[in-house]
C-alpha cells in the first residue's frame, strides 16, 4: 500500500470513534434547527384519569397499552408524567427526587423503559415555587430568591426528557412586579434553559390558563409563541372519577372547545392552542361525545393527548381515537383552526382548508335530540353555482359520495359528524366566510353564552345561526354581509352599505383581535350591556378591551 494511503486509513481510523461519539451531539444539534412540534403533539398523560394516583406501573402499563392497541402507530406517541412524581424538597445538592415510593427504581429507567417502546417521555414541572399540587417547582421561591429553571431543564435532558408541561401555580411576583410580568420572566427562562441544555425538548406552557377571564389573557396569548411549541389557555377538562365513573363530562369538553375555537390567530406550525386533554373513552363520556372531542379538536389542529386508562378503552373507543382520516384532519401541515360557519342553539358548524386543497367539514349536535343538517359549499365561501360540486368523505362511516351538491347528515345527540371534501374546480377557492364573533365574560362555561354573533343588522347579538350572521373577510379586508353589503366607518357610527374600495370600509385585523378601521383609526366597538342585544360604535382602540376583540373566519 501507498504511505499516503496507508496514512489516511491511520487518520480516518483514528477519526472514527471521535466522528461517532459525536453523532448524538450532531443529531441533537440539528434537531433544533427543525421546527419542534410542526404539528399538534400527540401522546397520553396520566392526570385527567389519575390525578396522583399513579406510580411508575400504571404509567408503564398505560405506554404498552398505546403500542399494544395500536395507538401510539396512529401517533400518539408521547407519555407524560403529570404533577406528583416528585417530593416536596430537593436533595442536597438542589435537584429534584423522583417519589422513590411512586418511582423505585428512579426516573431515568421510567424514561428508559418509555424510549424502549419507540416512545417519546414528557415530564409535568412548575414555573412557580410548588406545583398545583404543592410538590417542589422550579421557579423562584417565595419573597424572592434564586430559581431552578436551569438546573431542572439539565436534570431532565439527562433523563431524556423529550416533552415539558411547565403549569403556573404559586408563581411569585415581586413588589412592583405585574403578575403578567412575572409569569413572562419565568416561562423565558424556562425556554432559555431548555435551549441551553442543547436537547430538542417540546415546552407546553400553562401561562395563558391563569389569566383566562382577565384582560392580560390575550396579552400573555401575544407572548408563549416565543418561548413554546404549545400552551393550555384555559381551564381543565373534567377530571375521571373513580367513585363516580359514569358522571357525565361532556359539558367540560364543549367548554374546553367553546374557549380554543375563538383563538386561531395565535395558532401556526410549530405553536399551538391546546384545549386539554382528550377525555374520550374513558367514563363519563358516551362513543357520541368521544367521536365529538377528537372531531373538534381534529378541525382546531389541537393537541390531541389522551388521558385515560388506555389498557381498559373500550374497541370502538380505540376505533374513534385511532381514526386514522380524523388524525389527519388534525395533524394537516397548514395547521389551521376551524373557521365557524354557523352557530345556532342546537348546532356548530365548522369549516377547514386543508393543505392538499382538500377541505374539512365537521357539524355538531350541542342538543340533547337529533338533529339534520344540509351543508351547502356556499356557506364555506364556494362559488353559489350550480356546477360546484363536492366529492365527500364521511369520515366515521367511510361513505364516499361523488359530485354531490350539498353534504346531508342526521347527526345524533351530541355527537358530530366529519367529512373531508374535494370541491369541482367550479366551485373555485373558498373566500374568507363564516361568523365574526366576540367573547363574552360570562362565567357560565357554555358555548353559547360564551358567545355573541355580529350580525348584518349592523349589531351584535345571541348567535342564532342565520344567514345575516355570515360574513366574508375580503383580501382587501372589507367585512362583506351575506347581503352584498360592507362595513363602513361612517360618521354616525358603523352601518352597513354598498360596497366600494375606499378605507372606510378597510379593516384592519390585529394579532390582539381588534379591527381598526383604515379611516379613522379607531377599532369597531360593540356598545351597551354585554348579555343584551348590543349596538356598534367607532371608538379608540384600548387595550384588551373586551368589547374590541372579535375572532373572524381563518
Ligand atoms: C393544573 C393543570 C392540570 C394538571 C394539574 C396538576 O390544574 O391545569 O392539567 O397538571 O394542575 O396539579
Redesign the pocket.
Known amino acids: 500500500m501507498a504511505p499516503a494511503k496507508r496514512s489516511l486509513i491511520l487518520v480516518l481510523c483514528f477519526l472514527a470513534p471521535v466522528l461517532f461519539s459525536a453523532v448524538p451531539w450532531l443529531r441533537a444539534a440539528s434537531g433544533q434547527g427543525r421546527l419542534l412540534a410542526a404539528t399538534p403533539p400527540m401522546g397520553w398523560n396520566d392526570?385527567?384519569h389519575y390525578?396522583c394516583g399513579f406510580t411508575a406501573q400504571a404509567i408503564l402499563s398505560n405506554a404498552r397499552a398505546l403500542v399494544k392497541t395500536g395507538l401510539a402507530a396512529r401517533g400518539y406517541n408521547t407519555v407524560t408524567i403529570?404533577?406528583?412524581w416528585m417530593l416536596k424538597d430537593r436533595n442536597a445538592s438542589g435537584n429534584l427526587q423522583a417519589d422513590p415510593q411512586r418511582f423505585p427504581q428512579g426516573m431515568k429507567a421510567v424514561a428508559g423503559a418509555i424510549h424502549a417502546l419507540g416512545l417519546k417521555f414528557g415530564i409535568?414541572e412548575d414555573a412557580g415555587s410548588a406545583?398545583?399540587?404543592r410538590f417542589a417547582g422550579s421557579g423562584q421561591p417565595q419573597g424572592g430568591g434564586k430559581d431552578h429553571f436551569l438546573k431542572d431543564a439539565r436534570l431532565f435532558a439527562s433523563w431524556g426528557v423529550d416533552y415539558l408541561?411547565l403549569?403556573g401555580?404559586n408563581v411569585y411576583a415581586p413588589p412592583g412586579s405585574s403578575q403578567e410580568a412575572a409569569y413572562r420572566k419565568a416561562y423565558a427562562a424556562e425556554s432559555a434553559a431548555l435551549k441551553a441544555v442543547g436537547r430538542p425538548i417540546v415546552f407546553s406552557e400553562?401561562a395563558p390558563?391563569y389569566f383566562q377571564g382577565t384582560p392580560e389573557w390575550y396579552d400573555v396569548l401575544t407572548w408563549v409563541r416565543l418561548y413554546g411549541q404549545l400552551w393550555?389557555e384555559g381551564s381543565?377538562m373534567a377530571n375521571f372519577n373513580a367513585g363516580n365513573p359514569n358522571r357525565s363530562r361532556f359539558r367540560s369538553v364543549l367548554w374546553n372547545y367553546a374557549y380554543n375555537l375563538p383563538l386561531g390567530r395565535f395558532q401556526k406550525p410549530g405553536n399551538w392552542n391546546d384545549a386539554?386533554?382528550i377525555i374520550g373513552g374513558d367514563g363519563g363520556m358516551s362513543l357520541a361525545e368521544s367521536r365529538s372531542q377528537l372531531a373538534l379538536w381534529s378541525m382546531m389542529s389541537a393537541p390531541l393527548i389522551l388521558s385515560s386508562d388506555v389498557g381498559k378503552l373500550s374497541p370502538q373507543a380505540i376505533a374513534i381515537l385511532g381514526n386514522r382520516a380524523v388524525i389527519a384532519i388534525d395533524q394537516d401541515p397548514l395547521g389551521r383552526m376551524a373557521t365557524l360557519v354557523r352557530r345556532s342553539p342546537d348546532v356548530d358548524v365548522l369549516f377547514k382548508a386543508l393543505a392538499d386543497g382538500d377541505d374539512a367539514v365537521a357539524a355538531l349536535d350541542r342538543s340533547a335530540a337529533p338533529v339534520q343538517v344540509d351543508l351547502r359549499p356556499s356557506e364555506f365561501g364556494f362559488a353559489a353555482n350550480a356546477a360546484c360540486r363536492m366529492d365527500a368523505r364521511n369520515l366515521w362511516t367511510g361513505a364516499v359520495q361523488s359530485a354531490v351538491a350539498a353534504l346531508h347528515a342526521r347527526i345524533a345527540a351530541h355527537d358530530t359528524a366529519i367529512w373531508r371534501i374535494r370541491p369541482s374546480a367550479a366551485c373555485g377557492r373558498p373566500a374568507r366566510k363564516g361568523t365574526i364573533v366576540m367573547t363574552t365574560t360570562s362565567r357560565r362555561r357554555d358555548v353559547e353564552d360564551y358567545t355573541r354573533c355580529l350580525s348584518a343588522a349592523g349589531r351584535v347579538e345571541a348567535c342564532a345561526g342565520d344567514a345575516g350572521e355570515s360574513w366574508i373577510v375580503t383580501p382587501g379586508g372589507a367585512l362583506q354581509s351575506s347581503d352584498a353589503r360592507c362595513l363602513v366607518a361612517a360618521k354616525s357610527g358603523p352601518v352597513l352599505a354598498a360596497c366600494r374600495p375606499v378605507p372606510a370600509q378597510r379593516w384592519r385585523y390585529t394579532l390582539k383581535g381588534n379591527l381598526i378601521n383604515a379611516a379613522d383609526r379607531q377599532c369597531l366597538t360593540a356598545a351597551g350591556p354585554a348579555r343584551k342585544t348590543q349596538s356598534l360604535k367607532l371608538q379608540p382602540c384600548e387595550d384588551n378591551q373586551p368589547n374590541q376583540i372579535w375572532s373572524l373566519p381563518n
Open positions: 392526570w385527567a390525578q403529570d404533577d406528583c409535568y406545583t398545583c399540587g408541561k403549569d401555580c400553562s390558563a393550555r381543565d386539554d386533554f
